[in-house]
């Protein structure tokens, strides 16, 4: 298969380093090579955070080369419009996704969770692995929520 | 039967992780982007001293004296802070080692959060040791089990160069068995271990030859690699570099460096031969190319624009075509400092005093930044209280304010401050504690009383030891505007070497509670804005000019509502 590449994007404090560990997660358990890359540091002070997740037989890059982005997950407008120049032609852009969803998702520390469950649509990634990645980063906490968010989200992951 | 087992680790955690399964015993680091991990990684294990040091230096010198009483050894920092441990580093190249000790450095090309983007490649070569470098976390892993081998197979410590994008990558990464090495027995050999002229004379000689045996096994080793494929263009390429290569030019050859130095000259010119046009493809210093050109190779680096920021898998047909540069990074939000920060109210009311402010590194460097813009000089780590102590005696020293924080103040501010008081400087240094190193994410430090183990230990008194520094003023108060700008104002104006502790509730990267926000009374706000200049990402202009406070993120620390004089914010009791 060829490589996935996705592109998380936001600002420090949305769970966008999060969402991108439980998705890499996921394709590991799934058999894929996984690269993830992201620059730590000012994530948690309000600064701009991409995170880059590549995954399929082989992973060269560990970051996403321009206009090359598959799936794009923003948690911003500022962000998406500064970003979106990354995503391929036939590229799939899920901020009206997001837009719907910040609607939606009265907890805001839920949001992340509810994109991965619209990600996992487009992936075909096995549900098991992504309910053991969630499992792996969340713990215990508010796991049972989550699960109920992501598969809202995904509607019915096969 | 066995199943292998993979996790999903960092560079740095694979890094660790390997260094664990070679049978370490001893880690000495001081936090720094992109390093931190590796420490943080390796305190997790029982069999593996694990420590913060006060700073690099001391850091480098604990390890390498470990490795001198017999048990594999690691140092680790950032790129700069290699800078601090330059000094053992140098001799411990003539001195050479007992048990395996390996040398870690994170570059950090592209400064995402550095104040230079240095190339220590060129280390190896300057100090005369092996130079090893892997591309991607699980070469890391098995890169570094080399790495101890080398060390003791030389006599040398070895060089590892990681870099952010290395470092922070995350891969599939197998974990294996430790394997247990016995420790080596000390003996007393002055020759080797006491570094006096005539000893090191005979230690240089024995380095020369030393370098021609590595440079033999540099040539053998399978970390330099040639990759012969289609034969129009060969790259010679190291780091995650030859990943956009490979990604960008699959199928072109490649010589791929994962041990550059000493740089196996055989195997480039084999390669060279082997290929019609020779490209050098690296990041920041042409390190390679330099060498290349020096041997006698004929062949094309990048345009010397490429030496500035990190490179990406876009840029390797720039490179190829020697074209320059076009893109450099912008457009993204800055940090600020948190919601509810202590530092905020510090810088505030430096603000409001007009003083020149010579700073350091930590998280309050972003007082830097408009519209806080109270901190007006920033080099190292420590040059807060050294850049005062002149800045005072020429410009004055009601006119002039040092700001350090606490893990800055034990790395090296300390001596700055014994030095400002035995040379007869004047004026006022505060020191911001906040009681951890929060910028790289919330280590102890000794001033905390908790090790990197997380266990109890001494605590260092900060004032005893202010006092005993020689500052004739030492004061600790808590954090709120009125009472800084109060402190700042008397001690600036004594003739009198002063130590303002200003030490606060917990930082925010620790303690997440939050206080009340603060209310809204839109219609008594008079647009004038003093709230947003506090800088604070939960309240903000919006598009039509009305303040905006954004109750999630406040953290209730009521700042805002000083700075408010017509009772559009505040206080929620």
């Known amino acids: ?158 | 039967m066995n199943t292998k087992t993979f996790k999903l680790l960092s560079g740095n955690e694979a890094l660790a992780q390997g260094a664990y399964e070679a049978g370490l015993k001893f880690a000495g680091s001081y936090p720094g982007t992109p390093a931190t991990e590796i420490l943080e990684y390796l305190t997790q294990f029982k069999e593996v001293d694990a420590q913060w040091a006060v700073n690099e230096k001391v850091a480098f010198e604990v390890a390498l004296g470990a490795s001198f009483a017999g048990v594999r050894s690691i140092y680790s920092s950032k790129h700069v802070g290699i800078n601090v441990a330059m000094d053992p580093l140098m001799t411990a190249a003539y001195s050479g080692i007992n048990a395996g000790f390996v040398i870690v450095t994170a570059d950090d090309p592209g400064l995402h959060s550095s104040q230079n983007e240095q190339d220590n490649r060129l280390i190896a070569k300057f100090a005369k040791i092996p130079l090893l470098e892997p591309s991607s976390p699980s070469e890391a892993k098995k890169f570094i089990k080399l790495a101890f081998e080398i060390s003791e197979q030389f006599d040398t410590p070895v060089l590892f160069r990681m870099t952010t994008r290395v470092a922070h990558t995350k891969e599939n990464v197998e974990i294996e068995q430790r394997h247990e090495i016995e420790n080596k027995i000390f003996e007393k050999n002055p020759h080797k271990y006491v570094m006096v002229p005539a000893n090191a004379y005979k230690k240089h000689i024995l380095l020369e030859e030393k370098l021609l045996k590595l440079q033999d096994y540099s040539e053998k080793t399978e970390l330099n690699k040639i990759e012969l494929k289609d034969k129009e263009i060969g790259f010679v390429t190291d780091s995650v570099t030859y990943l956009y290569v490979k990604e960008t030019y699959p199928d072109a050859s490649v010589l791929k460096l994962g041990m550059a130095f000493p740089f196996p000259d055989k195997k480039i010119k084999e390669f060279s031969a082997a290929v019609k046009k020779i490209i050098v493809a690296e990041e920041n210093e042409p390190f390679i190319e330099e060498h290349l050109l020096q041997i006698g190779i004929k062949c094309t680096g990048k345009h010397y624009t490429y030496r500035v920021g990190e490179l990406k898998p876009e840029n390797i047909k720039d490179i190829v075509e020697n074209k320059p540069k076009t893109q450099y990074p912008g457009g993204s939000r800055r940090p600020v400092l948190c919601p509810g920060c202590p530092h905020r109210a510090v810088f505030v009311a430096l603000r409001k005093t007009k003083v020149i402010v010579s700073g350091d590194i930590g998280c309050y460097t972003l007082g830097s930044l408009p519209p806080l813009a109270a901190l007006h000089t920033t080099i190292c780590m420590g040059a807060s209280i050294t850049i005062f102590d002149s800045l005072s005696k020429v410009l004055g020293n009601d006119k002039v304010v040092a700001v350090i924080g606490d893990s800055t103040f034990v790395h090296s501010g300390v001596t700055g401050l014994i030095n400002a008081a035995y040379n007869k400087a004047k004026g006022l240094i505060i020191i911001l504690d906040n009681g951890t190193t929060a910028m790289t994410g919330a280590q102890p430090n000794p001033s905390t009383g908790i090790t990197a183990k997380n266990e109890q230990t001494k605590k260092l008194d900060l004032e005893i030891l202010c006092k005993a520094c020689g500052a004739d003023n030492v004061e600790v108060i808590d954090s709120s505007c009125k009472s800084i700008e109060e402190k700042i104002k008397e001690y600036t104006s004594q003739d009198k070497l002063s130590v303002l502790i200003v030490r606060y509730a917990l930082c925010k990267m620790i303690d997440r509670t939050k206080k009340a926000a603060p209310l809204l009374n839109s219609e008594k706000c008079k647009k004038c804005y003093m709230c947003v200049s506090v800088d604070c990402p939960a309240i903000v202009k919006d598009e039509n000019g009305n303040i905006k406070l954004n109750v999630n993120l406040c953290a209730g620390c009521n700042v805002c509502v000083e700075m408010c004089k017509f009772g559009g914010l505040v206080k929620n009791n």
């Open chain 1, 1 to 158: 298969m060829k490589t996935i590449n996705i592109l998380f994007c936001g600002t420090g404090g949305q769970g966008i380093l999060t969402a991108a560990e439980i998705a890499g997660l996921a394709a590991m358990y799934d058999g894929y090579h996984v690269k993830k890359s992201e620059v730590h540091g000012m994530a948690q002070r309000g600064g701009s955070v991409e995170s880059h997740l590549r995954f399929g037989k082989e992973v060269f890059s560990p970051i996403i080369t321009d206009g090359e982005v598959d799936f794009m997950l923003s948690f911003d407008k500022g962000e998406h419009d500064r970003m979106i120049k990354l995503l391929k032609k036939d590229g799939k852009d899920l901020f009206p996704d997001f837009v719907e969803a910040d609607k939606k998702i009265a907890d805001k520390k839920f949001l992340n969770t509810y994109m991965l469950g619209i990600l996992s649509k487009h992936l075909g990634l096995s549900k098991e692995s992504w309910q053991k990645a969630m499992k792996d980063v969340f713990k215990t906490k508010f796991i049972e929520k989550n699960f109920e968010v992501f598969n809202m989200a995904n509607g019915d992951v096969k």
